[in-house]
């Protein structure tokens, strides 16, 4: 039937369409500039190239099935073929592609998570309704909406809330974190390379939660550890906002 | 009796009554038609709010909807599509399918079916009024306190929530109880369980999920509504609380609930593929088992929603794994529907090109699915619009799809009309396209970086295009659904006449009438067969003849017959209820009561509680022997007795199923006891308990001693023997008062801080569980002791004070688990 063409047609096209598309963009996943990211984007295409194999598979077969005189097949023999797609398909297919995905993927996820690192900055974060509160503890320095970082180090990000539940997100360096009121969660983030990223809350919190968005300047180290000094010194450069 | 006089006097009983008396029809059919059609304009409300949304989102930088507005809709598209519209339409095809697949006139307990229409009807208007209003709920669909708490939330959104949602959630309990009770006690004699039409599979494992599935969400929302009306901190950090409590409540739900929208389309899949390939289903018994297996996963999964909490990484791993397992029994169903079509002779038209589209769809939804079970992608892209389209692509893959299926196939049954081809080929390409369009983007624009729930964004993301597109594509499918409806209503009147059973269909519901009669079987055969109607063809027209079972008429009773569970032999006869107002004015006493705790009226509140207890008491009464009911005729049937003249029955197994899901509710309250205990941050518990031990133990004691009698006493009366029966149950019943008046006693005497302790409110909680369980024992106990005297109870009807046993049993059991684990553990374990 012409019906079926044209819709395995737009599938392919709403493949290529992702190809075709910029994968860029300051909130882009798959642009990463950090360890954590890039695991991910890795992750992403995997997993999307076996799902385009895996689907279009099915819906060939499927296809076929749809066009096919299964003629008068007995029940027993039938159910006899039925046993072993079940046990390819229905259950081998899934328990193999889940094998392979988590054995990439625990690892992965082992690999972002805060271990005990002596080069670890620590920098608190305290989501507000509907600003971003980050503290360096050992400076004393406070900023809003505005994080700076050192390069190719790991950063560690003590997150909580004020109020209600937010959540922490720099697509480009990696996965998000829920700051929530009454305790501290740490998200592990590393930018690989110098420049400003984009992040945003990605939990709902509210009116304004669109424009709780804040930056993120990766320095090199010299210039952090100068910025540090020039900062720390003084109580407070950034105007605090007084809720 | 000819078979028209049979007809006749079958149409007598069966039927609605007249004019304003349709408000107190029971009637399965008719109840289920109400709760469809009220299901799809609910449907077509959320879609509008949807349409709001895509407008707002097509261009960067848009304020034509503003982010209050906009939060209020997205809240309420999720809550409407879900709640309203997902849960109910499936419930009302369950309620109008299943007496029709199983060979019953109508489901066990037609009074609940009438109530939780109501129910679920008020509570809709309720909660769409806020929107009407410009005050409804914005905190998203989940809720997410402390966003939705009194001190964020001040305005009254959350209420009409909290409040709305659980008054209808009251309807999806009753589906889930008489549906589990009708399925296993009323299928037509001969019936096993393993030749039951695999549709009724599906809607058993649906109806059990709702059994254990919707109590957590309850407690959620009653402890929440505490919270905020009342100050109760059970959520909130400062008072010992934690926000996160909420999150396991919402999902232990919600989860299984994606699956309880999902198991019901599939099985309108499973039902509609060997009609079509013309011939049986391949792997029933592959089929059954990965019904069940997927109905047990999908309790162990609620946490891959909580990912980004913060939960500790190995528990993330398993929860991950677990979410995985879901596609093995997915997976299996996927190959039997193939295999199914590989080996019959498929044939083209409506209701396969909506499986057709299902089947894209939903694999493409349930392969993000496993996704986003992976933990550490799961990071990057939650609560981005890649979840966005994943969960609308098994949502309107996996349920509206199939919806759209099985409403084409079974047009004919409802209407006795055929839809028209043409008209229906648009509706499906329209939507196929315009759906594909709107959320294939929505993965691109969440991998892109922009977050759910925000209600515009900056030019210049890479997001723009991607967001036109989706709103292009969001009102492409608009058009393609509003076909499919003009299609529905315009076969009404243009399409043309069904023959019976047009699609040469193997299932009974095609010999109950195109469209069917008030009582469905004129005569309920003896079903030795998986595939009735293919058997035996003949069966389309015996039926109608009378030729088969219960036709017994003349003592103008509804009946149903009642079957052994496993093997379908005839046990008894199951007498029902004919229409009711008493469903109605039950409702509308809730709904009084829901109105009058939204505007915060309490008096009102109260008044509306007794005025539901009194009609839902008054509505009991009228059982047994009861002259409205079944009182002694001349016409008894002869096939099996009555079963109020038996000691089993169907309020027996519904009191059953009723107290499983009374158990789920209980032991949400207990995992939400310990898990503030174990996890909330500054959770506090006093070195004693702050209630009177000596009272406790006095309640306890007269209450095991209660318990102890009821059981003698109904032993006693299972032998035969009556002696003293109305003073006994006169005697226990005041004992249950006098127990619950020294749990009352202990309640208002007990220092409790209700507003600055979680342990405290906690405490609180239990204890007003504890006394509502024995207050209503006591008064059913006293209303026994009256019907014995009133001869509705005695020797020849000994069913009642049996159906009430199990309640006092597990209200005995709850008050020394309550005992143990919200006192003695802590004495034992300290804080």
Redesign the interface.
Same mark, same amino acid.
């Given at each position: 039937m012409r019906l079926y063409d044209s819709s395995l047609a737009k599938i392919f096209c709403a493949a290529s369409i992702l190809l075709l598309t910029g994968c860029s963009g300051p909130f882009s996943t798959l642009d990463p500039a950090g360890p954590s990211a890039q695991m991910v984007k890795v992750l992403w295409y995997a997993m999307f190239g076996f799902s385009v194999v895996v689907s279009l598979l099915l819906f060939v077969w499927w296809w076929r099935a749809m066009h096919r005189d299964g003629g008068d097949e007995p029940q027993e023999r039938a159910q006899n073929t039925l046993k072993h797609w079940v046990w390819l398909g229905g259950i081998g297919l899934p328990t193999i592609s889940m094998t392979l995905l988590l054995a990439f993927g625990i690892p992965f996820g082992h690999r972002m998570l805060p271990h005990d690192d002596p080069n670890a900055v620590r920098i608190e974060v305290t989501a507000h309704q509907w600003f971003w509160r980050v503290k360096y503890p050992e400076q004393g320095i406070e900023l809003i909406d505005d994080i700076v970082i050192p390069v190719n180090t790991p950063i560690d990000f003590h997150l909580t809330s004020e109020d209600v539940i937010h959540s922490f997100w720099v697509p480009r360096l990696g996965g998000k974190l829920d700051a929530i009121p009454g305790r501290t969660n740490v998200l592990r983030l590393q930018a690989d390379e110098i420049d400003t990223f984009r992040g945003t809350c990605a939990e709902y919190c509210g009116t304004a939660h669109a424009f709780m968005q804040f930056e993120l300047r990766a320095v090199s180290m010299e210039d952090f550890q100068q910025w540090l000094a020039e900062n720390g010194a003084t109580e407070s450069t950034a105007e605090v906002h007084d809720d | 009796m000819t078979s028209a006089e049979l007809q006749r006097r079958m149409a007598e009983v069966w039927d609605n009554l007249p004019g304003w008396g349709q408000l107190a029809a029971v009637n399965h059919t008719s109840i289920g038609r109400r709760f469809m059609v009220t299901g799809a304009i609910f449907f077509l409300i959320g879609g509008v709010m949807a349409m709001l949304i895509r407008t707002q989102l097509a261009l960067p930088n848009q304020d034509i909807v503003p982010?209050?507005v906009y939060?209020q809709l997205f809240t309420m598209h999720g809550t409407v599509m879900m709640f309203l519209f997902a849960i109910p339409i499936l419930e009302g095809l369950a309620i109008y399918m299943i007496p029709k697949l199983i060979g019953a006139r109508d489901l066990a307990f037609p009074r609940i079916s009438s109530l939780g229409y109501y129910c679920y009807l008020f509570g809709g208007i309720i909660i769409m009024s806020s929107l009407f209003f410009g005050i409804a709920p914005d905190?998203?669909w989940f809720m997410?306190t402390?966003?939705s708490s009194a001190? $964020?939330s001040p305005g009254p959104g959350s209420d009409f929530w909290l409040l709305g949602i659980t008054f209808v959630e009251i309807s999806a309990m009753a589906a889930g109880v008489e549906l589990t009770v009708s399925i296993l006690r009323t299928r037509a004699p001969g019936m096993t369980l393993s030749k039951m039409p695999i549709f009724c599979w599906y809607i058993l494992a649906m109806a059990l999920m709702i059994v254990f599935g919707f109590p957590p969400l309850i407690l959620g929302s009653v402890l929440l509504e505490l919270e905020r009306a009342a100050g109760m901190p059970f959520f909130e950090?400062a008072g010992g609380g934690? *926000?996160?409590l909420w999150q396991h409540l919402f999902w232990l739900f919600g989860h299984p609930e994606v699956y309880i929208i999902f198991l019901p389309a599939a099985a309108v899949i499973s039902t509609i593929i060997p009609v079509f390939?013309k011939? *049986?289903i @391949?792997?029933y018994k592959?089929i059954v088992l990965s019904v069940i297996l997927t109905a047990f996963i999908s309790f162990g999964i609620w946490v891959h929603h909580m990912f980004? #909490?913060?939960i500790p990484?190995l528990a993330?791993?398993f929860f991950?794994?677990a979410t995985? /397992?879901v596609?093995?029994p997915t997976? @299996?169903?996927?190959?039997?529907w193939?295999?199914t079509?590989?080996?019959?002779? *498929?044939s083209?038209n409506l209701p396969?090109?909506w499986v057709?589209g299902f /089947?894209?769809v939903f694999?493409?939804g349930g392969?993000?699915g !496993?996704?986003l079970a992976? #933990?550490?992608? +799961?990071?990057? !892209?939650?609560?981005?619009h890649f979840v966005v389209a994943h969960l609308h692509y098994v949502l309107i893959g996996g349920m509206v799809y199939p919806l759209i299926a099985g409403i084409y196939y079974w047009l004919p049954q409802f209407s006795g009309r055929m839809p028209s081809l043409r008209l229906g080929r648009w509706g499906f390409?329209l939507t196929? @396209?315009g759906m +594909?369009t709107t959320f294939?983007m929505m993965h691109?624009t969440g991998?892109?970086?922009?977050?759910?729930?925000? $209600?515009?964004?900056e030019s210049g993301?890479?997001?723009d295009?991607?967001n036109l597109l989706s709103s292009v594509g969001g009102f492409i499918m608009t058009l393609g659904i509003g076909l499919v409806l003009l299609d529905i209503l315009l076969h009404f009147k243009f399409g043309k006449k069904a023959e019976p059973n047009p699609w040469q269909a193997d299932t009974l519901e095609w010999a109950t009438g195109t469209p069917p009669v008030s009582y469905n079987f004129t005569s309920i055969p003896t079903v030795n067969s998986r595939h009735p109607l293919w058997d035996d063809p003949s069966l389309l027209t015996s039926i109608g003849d009378g030729e088969h079972g219960l036709t017994e008429i003349r003592h103008g009773r509804r009946e149903l017959f009642g079957t052994e569970v496993m093997s379908g032999k005839l046990k008894a006869i199951f007498h029902i209820p004919t229409h009711s107002w008493w469903p109605l004015l039950s409702s509308l006493g809730l709904a009084l009561v829901c109105v009058s705790l939204l505007v915060r009226f309490y008096p009102l509140a109260i008044v509306g509680c007794v005025l539901a207890a009194i009609f839902l008491l008054r509505w009991s009464w009228e059982n047994g022997a009861h002259p409205a009911m079944a009182p002694p005729t001349d016409y008894d049937d002869n096939e099996a007795p009555l079963h109020s003249r038996t000691h089993d029955g169907p309020g027996l197994w519904g009191m059953i199923i009723t107290l499983l899901a009374d158990g789920a509710l209980y032991m949400s309250l207990l995992f939400g006891w310990l898990y503030l205990w174990m996890v909330?941050?500054?959770w506090s518990m006093p070195d004693t308990s702050p209630l009177s031990l000596p009272l406790l133990f006095t309640a306890g004691a007269l209450l095991t001693i209660l318990v102890v009698f009821y059981h003698l006493q109904i032993k006693q009366l299972k032998a035969g023997n009556v002696r003293g029966l109305e003073r006994n149950l006169g005697l226990l019943g005041i004992v249950g008062v006098v127990h619950t008046a020294v749990l009352v006693t202990l309640t208002a005497g007990a220092p409790l801080d209700l507003q600055g302790s979680a342990h405290d409110a906690v405490i609180f909680v239990m204890l007003a569980y504890l006394i509502f369980h024995s207050g209503l024992g006591a008064i059913l106990t006293v209303m026994q002791a009256l019907r014995v005297r009133l001869g509705y109870v005695g020797k020849q009807f000994p069913y009642e004070p049996i159906v009430l046993r199990p309640w006092w049993t597990y209200t005995l059991g709850v008050f020394w688990c309550s005992v143990a684990s919200f006192v003695l553990l802590p004495m034992v374990w300290g804080s």
């Open positions: - | 982010a209050d939060s905190s998203g997410y402390p966003l001190e $964020f950090v934690d *926000p996160i390939s011939r *049986p @391949i792997g592959w980004t #909490v913060g990484a993330q791993a991950s794994v995985m /397992l596609a093995i997976a @299996i169903q996927i190959f039997a193939l295999a079509l590989w080996m019959g002779r *498929p083209y396969m090109l057709f /089947l894209i694999v493409c392969l993000t !496993v996704m992976l #933990v550490p992608f +799961n990071w990057q !892209v939650h609560d981005t390409w196929f @396209i +594909n294939f691109l991998l892109l970086g922009m977050p759910r729930r925000v $209600f515009t964004y993301l890479g997001w295009g991607l909330a941050p500054e």
